[in-house]
């Protein structure tokens, strides 16, 4: 198994895909998504288009290390950490600097480690995220701030598969058909590679740690970017792209019509064609 131990002593665990000698592009995806999150489909596009993916399990998901137990809920870590862990996977491979694109919690994670490791990111892709997690940003019910710290309820395979079907088809992109088969598929890989619902609520309490305010820090990020977003997204709101154009001088935005808080198979050329224009641009 191909896994890393950070300097913290954090156990990752990660895949790569394409030629070593390709342009690194790391793929790091949301809160509770595992590393299969990111379609192997998709995966394959972007390698045929120059780039050598990788893709870790964030801490707490998949098969990467659990930081406490089933009732053990309290983050000891924050995006920081997380975004520590990123630059550790890049130490393991030897890659000096490596394109980075996050989605969701992952953009939260990969702007924080062009904020805090300047020299390992060539460009950044920053799919359905936001700069920062004030009020204008968000839409939907999203807590009060406190940590959670009931423990989840433990659910058998098919009661799974029905509640993450049911969340997916929440979040799902308004423009375009909903795939239930495929989600289903997706949720029974999920449940039978790990299944630990612990681990997204401490990624939960970790991202409540913050930095949760990012916006001055990232002014400084000079790096090309693209950054993708839908107006039907149903998490964050999509004005989060305009204002990471205000904030970022080499950001290309995208904004879809018809996109929720996913990455629709039907946008998957488009968003190759994004992150490969931001690449180049780094030279």
Known sequence: M??????KGITIYYETDGDPSGKPLVLVHGGG?????????????????????VRPDNRDVGLSQQTGGPDDLAATYDISDMAGDVVAVLDHLGIERAHLTGMSLGGYI???????HPSRVASLGLMSTSPSSEPEFLVGTHGDG?????????????AYITMFVNGQRHWHSPGFPFDEEESAALAARYYDRIYRPDGLI?????????????????????????VIHGRGDGTLHWRAALAFAELMPHAEVLIYEGMG???PRELWPD??????????RAG
């Open 110 to 116: 990969v702007q924080v480690v062009a904020i805090e």
């Open 261 to 263: 808080h996913d990455i």
């Open 33 to 53: 998504a595992q590393l299969i999150g990111w379609h192997d489909e998709f995966v394959a596009q972007l390698v045929e288009a120059g780039f050598f993916v």
């Open 146 to 158: 406190t940590p959670v710290t009931t423990p989840p309820e433990l659910l058998d395979r098919d």
């Open 271 to 280: 968003f190759v064609r994004g992150l490969t224009r931001a690449a180049a």
């Open 2 to 7: 191909p896994t890393l131990t950070t300097a």
């Open 202 to 226: 401490r990624q939960w309490n970790a991202m409540l740690n913050g930095p949760l305010e990012r916006r001055e820090d990232l002014r400084k990020v000079d790096v090309p970017a693209v």
